[in-house]
C-alpha cells in the first residue's frame, strides 16, 4: 500500500484540486435542545434542492464519511470546529452540483461510461486528481504501473476506511467529467460572427485623446435638493428588483472580557521563582519540563546563531544545570535551564523502512513488525533488501530506503533526532505521525557544537478569582438591564464599548468572538427589540474569554425589501438622479453656443483637463477611475464635438474628442478567437450560477448546525 502512503501525504493537495476544502467541526449543539418534534420526519429535511429532499441523517452521514476521508489523509484523529464547518459546506456544494448540474446534463442524456471512468484512471491522458497522486515528483512523469499496484492491492489488504477514499475519488473524477461534458455543450453553443470580431477590432484599433469638464455630485449640497415621498416610492416602485436582500439580522452587543489582573501577573511570576530550587534537582530535565511547563520539551539542539542573542551569549559560556532567568516574554513568564551540549552534524545520510500503522492492523502490529526487522537485519540481514520487501515509503524503498542528504528542519521532530543524534549504521524505531520507522544513520556532515535548553513556561493567565470576578460584574448588568432601553442606557452610562454585528443564517461565527454559532442562532431565533437568550434562557453568552450580552435592533427576510427597509438606499439614489439632473442642466447652459471646453469651465469657475488613450474595451480613465458612461461617450463621439451631458459615477461630464488614433491590428480570425476563449471561459464559471436561479434552493442547515 505504499501508494496510500503517497496519497496520505498529498492528501490535503489532492483535496484542494478535486473539491477545494481545507476541512473543520460538527456542533450537534442546538439541534439536540430543540426537542423531539425536530425528530419526526418532516423537520427532520435539512434542505430542498430542484425538488429533491435531502434528509438530515443522509446529510450527516456524508459529513462523516467525509471527516473520516480527512482524519485518514492528515493522520489525525480529532478535528477541529472550523474544520467540520468546511466539510459540511463542501457536502452542501456537492448536493448542489448534483441536484442542479447533474440532474441539468441527466436530462440530456448525459453520462460517464465505466469505459470513459476506466480511461481516466489509467487511459494516456488521467484525469489531474490521478496526474497528481501518481506523478513522480523527480520525474514529473505518471506511473502507470504504480497505478495498477495500487489498484490490485485495494482488493487484497486495504481497509475500509481505504476502499471508501478510493470510492470518494473515484466519484469525484466522474462527477467532474459530467460538469465538464455540460459545460462543454453550452460553451460549444456559443458563437462569435464575424461581424462582432470586426466591430471589437474597430474599437480596439480606435483610441482617442479627450478633454472633459466635470461637476462632481458632492458640489451640490443635499439641503439644495428637495425629495418627497411621492418621489422615493414611485423610484421604489420602477427599481423594486434593485432592492433584494438576504434573510439577515444586527445585533448590537458588548463584551466583558476575562483578562489576567496584577495579582494573577505577580502569581505566575511567584510560580516559576519558587519552582527555580526544584527544577535544579531533577536530572531528567525533559520529565519535569512536560509535566510542569505549559510548553512541552524542545528535543531539539542549536547552534548559536540559532538562538535569540540574549539567550545564546549565555548558553554558550555556561555549563550544563546553570540557568537565565526567570524572565517574562509574550505574556509568559520563562526559566531556561542548559540542558546538555552535543557535537551534532549540519547534516546527514540515512535510510528507512517505513511501516503503516493503517495497512498492517493497527500500531501494535506495525511496531512488532518494525522491531522483528530490527532483529532479522541486527543478526545479519540485508536492510536495503528489507526497505524493497517491506518500506511504504514510495521514495525511497526503490533505493533500499536510501533517504540521501538532508538538514535540519526537513523531517519530523522524532524522525530528525534520530538521525542526527544517533550513531552511524546503529538502527533507530521511532514513531512519527507517517507511522512506524527504522532509521539507520550512514553518513554524517561537519560537526559543530550545538546546546540544547529545557525551557519551563508559564502563561499568565486568569485565576478563578479573577474569572468569578468579571462573571459576577456581567451578571450584575445582566439583571439590571432586561431591556433594550436599559441596556442602551447602562452602556452609555458605564462608557462601555458597544459593538454591532450583521448576521446572515450560516454564518458560523461573529468576528472577534471565538465559537460564537451559538449567539447567531439566538439572533435568528429571537425578537426584535429584545435581549438575546441562549440555549439555557440565560442572556449571558460565553465564547474564549469573553462573556457576551447582546440586543436584537433589526431584521431582514429574503426577498424584495420593503420601501422601508430600502428607503435608505432609494433616497441616495433619488437625490443623486436629481444633482445629475440640476448638474446637467448647469452645464447644458454653460456650453450653449461654445465650442472649446475651456471656455465652459471658465463659466462654471473650473478648469478642462485631459485624458488619453481611450478606448472602447478601456475599463477606467486615468485619474477619473471607472466610468463606463464616459468611456462609451468618448468611443462614439466624433472630433471636435462637445458632447451632451454625460451622467457619471463619480459626477456629470462634458467631453470633446481633441485627436483620434487608428491603430493598424488586422487580425480578425485572432480577435474572433479571443472573443471566443472570453465567451467560453465566462460560460464555464456562470453556468451553475445561471442553473441556480432558476432552480427552488430551500436551505435548512441552519436549523441543524
Known amino acids: 500500500m505504499a501508494t496510500l502512503q503517497n496519497i496520505r501525504n498529498r492528501g490535503s493537495l489532492v483535496i484542494a484540486i478535486v473539491i477545494g476544502i481545507a476541512l473543520g467541526a460538527f456542533i450537534l449543539g442546538d439541534m439536540l435542545n430543540t426537542g423531539s418534534k425536530l425528530m419526526k420526519p418532516s423537520e427532520m429535511k435539512i434542505a430542498e434542492i430542484n425538488g429533491e429532499s435531502v434528509q438530515y441523517p443522509d446529510f450527516q452521514k456524508k459529513v462523516e464519511e467525509l471527516s473520516e476521508i480527512y482524519k485518514m489523509n492528515m493522520q489525525k484523529t480529532a478535528i477541529d470546529e472550523s474544520t467540520w464547518e468546511q466539510i459540511r459546506d463542501q457536502v452542501w456544494q456537492e448536493y448542489l452540483q448534483e441536484n442542479i448540474v447533474g440532474k441539468a446534463g441527466q436530462k440530456l442524456g448525459l453520462t460517464v461510461s465505466s469505459e470513459e471512468l476506466f480511461d481516466l484512471v489509467q487511459g494516456k491522458n488521467p484525469h489531474p486528481i490521478i496526474q497528481q497522486l501518481f506523478k513522480d515528483p523527480k520525474t514529473g512523469q ?34 467532474d467529467k459530467l460538469r465538464t461534458k455540460y459545460n462543454n455543450l453550452v460553451s460549444k453553443g456559443l458563437y462569435v460572427t464575424s461581424d462582432e470580431a470586426k466591430k471589437s477590432l ?23 435638493v428637495k425629495i418627497s415621498d411621492s418621489d422615493l416610492k414611485d423610484y421604489y416602485n420602477k427599481h423594486k428588483d434593485e432592492y433584494k436582500q438576504e434573510k439577515t439580522r444586527k445585533i448590537e452587543y458588548v463584551t466583558f472580557e476575562v483578562l489576567p489582573s496584577a495579582g494573577d501577573n505577580a502569581a505566575t511570576q511567584k510560580w516559576i521563582t519558587d519552582s527555580k530550587q526544584e527544577f535544579s534537582t531533577v536530572t531528567d530535565n525533559k520529565q519535569f519540563i512536560n509535566v510542569n511547563s505549559d510548553i512541552p520539551f524542545d528535543a531539539s539542539y542549536y547552534k548559536k546563531s540559532d538562538l535569540p542573542a540574549a539567550i545564546a551569549e549565555w548558553a554558550f559560556s555556561a555549563q550544563p544545570e546553570d540557568f537565565y532567568g526567570p524572565y517574562f ?24 523502512i517505513l511501516i503503516n500503522p493503517q495497512t498492517v492492523g493497527g500500531a501494535e502490529k506495525a511496531k512488532a513488525l518494525v522491531d522483528s526487522l530490527k532483529r532479522k537485519i541486527e543478526l545479519g540481514g540485508d536492510f536495503a533488501e528489507m526497505a524493497m520487501k517491506y518500506s511504504e515509503d514510495p521514495g525511497s524503498k526503490n533505493k533500499g530506503g536510501d533517504l540521501g542528504w538532508f538538514k535540519r528542519k526537513q523531517m519530523v521532530p522524532e524522525f530528525e533526532e534520530a538521525a542526527f543524534t544517533g550513531e552511524i549504521n546503529k538502527l533507530y524505531v521511532v514513531g512519527t505521525r507517517f507511522g512506524y520507522h527504522l532509521i539507520k544513520p550512514t553518513k554524517k556532515g561537519k560537526e559543530t557544537n550545538e546546546v ?59 468576528p472577534g468572538l471565538d465559537a460564537s454559532r451559538q449567539l447567531v442562532k439566538a439572533a435568528f ?27 436584537l435592533t433589526s431584521a431582514t427576510e429574503a426577498g424584495a425589501a420593503s420601501f422601508e427597509d430600502a428607503k435608505p438606499k432609494v433616497e441616495l439614489a433619488v437625490r443623486k438622479d436629481k444633482k445629475a439632473e440640476m448638474l446637467a442642466e448647469k452645464l447644458k447652459s454653460a456650453a450653449s453656443g461654445q465650442s472649446d471646453l475651456g471656455s465652459v469651465a471658465s463659466k462654471l469657475s ?15 480613465i486615468p485619474s477619473l477611475g471607472f466610468e463606463p458612461a464616459v468611456i462609451g461617450t468618448v468611443s462614439t463621439l ?68
Request: hydrophobic share 35%; glycine share 4%; no cysteine.
Open 142 to 175: 505518471i506511473d502507470k504501473a504504480n497505478i495498477l499496484k495500487f489498484l490490485k492491492s485495494l482488493e487484497t489488504n486495504a481497509s475500509p476506511q481505504q476502499k471508501s477514499y478510493w470510492l470518494y475519488i473515484e466519484n469525484q473524477i466522474k462527477q
Open 202 to 224: 474597430e474599437a480596439k484599433n480606435k483610441n482617442a485623446n479627450f478633454q472633459y469638464v466635470m461637476l462632481a455630485y458632492s458640489s451640490v449640497s443635499d439641503n439644495d
Open 329 to 352: 516574554e509574550n505574556n509568559q513568564y520563562k526559566l531556561v535551564k542548559l540542558d546538555q551540549f552535543k557535537m551534532l552534524p549540519d547534516s546527514v545520510q540515512a535510510s528507512h
Open 452 to 510: 540544547r535548553i529545557a525551557t519551563l513556561v508559564r502563561k499568565v493567565e486568569p485565576s478563578n478569582e479573577t474569572y468569578q470576578k468579571i462573571y459576577s460584574e456581567t451578571s450584575k448588568f445582566a439583571s439590571e438591564n432586561q431591556t433594550v432601553e436599559a441596556f442602551n442606557k447602562s452602556i452609555s452610562a458605564q462608557k462601555l464599548d458597544k459593538k454591532i454585528a450583521d448576521l446572515k443564517e450560516n454564518d458560523q461565527q461573529i
Open 525 to 551: 431565533n429571537g425578537e426584535k427589540g429584545k435581549i438575546l437568550v441562549n440555549n439555557e434562557k440565560s442572556t449571558i453568552f460565553e465564547f474564549g474569554n469573553k462573556f457576551v450580552i447582546a440586543s
Open 606 to 620: 473650473t478648469s478642462a483637463k485631459d485624458a488619453s488613450g481611450v478606448n472602447f474595451m478601456s475599463s477606467s
Open 638 to 705: 466624433s472630433e471636435g464635438k462637445i458632447s451632451a451631458p454625460v451622467v457619471g459615477s463619480n459626477g456629470v461630464y462634458l467631453t470633446k474628442v481633441t485627436s483620434l488614433n487608428t491603430a493598424s491590428n488586422t487580425d480578425l480570425k485572432g480577435e474572433k478567437n479571443r472573443l471566443a476563449q472570453t465567451l467560453n471561459y465566462r460560460a464555464g464559471g456562470q453556468v451553475f450560477e445561471s442553473l441556480k436561479k432558476v432552480v427552488d434552493i430551500v436551505d435548512r442547515r441552519s436549523k441543524f448546525y
